[in-house]
């Protein structure tokens, strides 16, 4: 398993470059970028997403924020993060953790 750093992007390039990556993870052939199936499988399993998950959380945390809320088909992964489901749309689960 890597090591995976966290910092915020100040600068047009760094932009490009972490978006360049996600192509690079995500693929820029799928039509929609949601799901495990979209992820290049080189890329699973490294706790990529949920080192990305704890940086947000922790970050909203420290700007004030009292809780999280998404929307995802995903199930499993994000009740593993400690979100619960409040309610579904558009055959999506919307998501909340209380910080």
């Not at 490294?46 to 970050?59: C, P, S, W």
Request: glycine share 6%; aromatic share 14%.
């Amino acid at each position: 398993m890597s090591t995976v750093v966290m910092k915020e992007i100040e600068t047009e390039r760094e932009l490009r470059e972490v978006l360049d990556l996600c192509y690079d993870i995500l693929g820029t052939d799928h039509a929609e970028l949601y799901g495990y199936e979209a992820c290049r499988e080189n890329y699973r399993r490294q706790g990529i997403t949920k080192a990305l998950m704890a940086y947000f959380e922790e970050l909203a945390r420290k700007k004030g924020f009292r809780y999280i809320t998404l929307g995802s088909k995903e199930d499993a992964f994000y009740e593993k993060c400690g979100y619960q489901v409040i309610f579904q749309v558009h055959e999506q689960n919307i998501y909340q953790k209380v910080l």
